[in-house]
């Protein structure tokens, strides 16, 4: 974010920030239709056809519904995730291992607890492991950027690493079910399927998960636009000069929002963990923290933005199994890369049209 | 005897991709455009050189198509930095994106297979038993790899263009008011950058004679990490690729003795790079225009 175009703010109309907003995902997802046309006419297939399947094969039928929202669960946490950083001017990367540590954190917990654990009491200590696992893991960075001025970027991608291979082991020596990467069922904190309510969903890994998901988008929402300490993160966002001189600690700003952002990943573990398979697995979500950098993006770290872009992504993630008869499926791999850089392209291009616009008008 | 010629030979194997990569990378963040691109150069820099071998039977020809390849995304990062003004950090991450899908729709639509391409001419290493410097000397890459960290710290402090890559990466303003074309330096910057990680890739798919899906495995991080320890210098940033090779290597012929957790060992780069960052030993700062429009 280019700090000249922050202090253009008070200038910018409404109309201007809806712009602003709403057409660098547009512009993306042109340019990804695109170059999925090109990748799906370099197969010999029509355009259309493979759009079709893809529409029908996840918003087209309960199963594939199911499995787009839970999909979309997972990458509503990271997107949040990586939103909140963004909003307090931090890029956290780290939402791969932070995700995986929360995946880890409930299930110890959901192992830990006697077989017979109520429901009640269970899960939300589960769901808090989780929480505390992921923040933990985001607090590093913050302390480290906010003491030592270590750059965010470098130091989540490097934790990244450290954090998988350290779970890894701990796998290793003593969780792993002989001959596979998963610990043993967990014993209490488990989640029901929305199969459960709604039997059309059979099959589909949709879970009481989402459920909770879209509340923590609520909080999140809350906390950022409605608090106090919100405020101050987006204040240390747009100007942590400005901030600090406002009598607002940056550095605490900082550790907060990276603790918060490593919290909110960490969350995404339980959809798996208690909502699915019912244990922790190694890699059981890979990519997911990753891509929920491109979730925050295409959202423009807004949460009602994000769960958008988490069922856009989803649905492409999905709809790439549906069409893999006619086109292999690793295009949709290929594609998110072209919406991430085709939406990071026209961010600033948009933006600097518009004030080009304004300037006409004066 | 016999065993530290195998220790160094191995050592030097394991670190000819990361010291591709690396020299690469520290020309574009002098620069001043992040590198956190490495990652995908390497895998397309793999497919692309896997695909000219297979198309042309010659390693040769696989090596300058792996190269083609890095250029081909080192432009389109360079455009969507330069051009469009993109946040670094996210056109990275966007190029890791690509890197990944694209070898794996294509691997997909050429091969038919989802893991592996069938096996293609490349350089082979030469039998562990052949003496060192032999052995090193079947693939030229290696070679090659040793010498292309040299050489990129001579083309940073030694020629007009090195100077001019420096200038930029500082303090483009000040560039500008020399005369230096600060858009041009970097595009330069950033594809060359593109090639040589493309050729620490196609040391991989030509060593090993194929190209398996994500066969970069985080090594283009490896190279960055080994940068940012090495505090942007191109020699520091070599010897950090060795010193991170000889850790591997360490660990793999300890296996059997299970001395340390080899986890552990895998982490090293990583711990030493924050380390380096916190400025316990000696603070790691970065060139001031990094990531700066």
Known sequence: MSDAAQTLIPTRTMRDRIFEAVLPPLVALLVSIVAGDLLILAVGQSPGAVYRLMLEGTWGNAYGFGQVLYKATTLTCTGLAVAVGLRAGLFNIGAEGQLAAGGLGAALVGLALPAGAPALVAAPLCMLAALCAGGAVGFVPGVLRAKWGAHEVITTIMLNFIVLAFLSWTMSTQLRVPETLHTSAIHAGALQRLATWLPSFHGSAANASLMIVLIAAILVDQYLFRTRGGFELRAVGLQPDAAENAGISVGRAWIRALTISGALAGLGGINFVLGYEHYYEEGFATGAGFLGIAVALVGRSNPLGVVLAALFFATLSQGGLAINALVPKQMVDALQGVVILAMAASVPEVRRLLASSRKGVR | ?293
């Open chain 2, 1 to 293: 005897m016999n065993w530290i010629t195998a220790f160094l030979a191995q050592t030097l194997r394991i670190a000819v991709p990361y010291l591709f990569a690396a020299a690469g990378g520290v020309l574009a963040e002098r620069a001043g455009i992040i590198s956190l691109t490495l990652e995908g150069f390497m895998l397309g820099g793999a497919f692309t050189a896997m695909l000219g071998s297979y198309y042309s039977g010659s390693p040769w020809i696989g090596a300058l198509c792996g190269i083609a390849g890095g250029l081909v995304l080192g432009t389109l990062h360079a455009i969507a930095t330069i051009r469009f003004k993109a946040d670094q950090v996210v056109s990275g991450i966007a190029i890791n994106l690509l890197g990944v899908g694209l070898t794996r729709y294509f691997l997909k639509l050429i091969f038919d297979s989802s893991s592996n391409s069938p096996r293609v001419p490349g350089f082979s290493a030469g039998t562990s038993s052949s003496s060192l410097v032999t052995g090193l000397l079947h693939n030229p890459l290696i070679p090659l790899g040793l010498l292309i960290v040299p050489a990129v710290a001579w083309l940073l402090y030694r020629t007009p263009f090195g100077l001019r890559v420096r200038a930029v990466g500082e303090h483009p303003e000040a560039a500008v008011t020399l005369g230096v074309r600060v858009t041009r330096v970097r595009y330069a910057a950033v594809a060359l950058s593109g090639a040589l990680a493309a050729l620490g890739g196609a040391y991989l798919s030509l060593d090993q004679h194929q190209f398996t899906d994500g066969m970069s495995a985080g090594r283009g991080f490896i190279a960055l990490a080994a940068i940012i320890f090495g505090r942007w210098d191109p020699m520091r940033a070599g010897l950090a690729c060795l010193f991170f090779a000889a850790a591997e290597t360490l660990q793999i012929q300890l296996q059997g003795m299970q001395a340390i957790p080899s986890q552990f060992v895998q982490m090293i780069p990583y711990v030493l790079t924050i380390i380096a960052l916190v400025g316990l030993v000696g603070r790691a700062v970065p060139p001031a225009a990094l990531g700066r429009e």
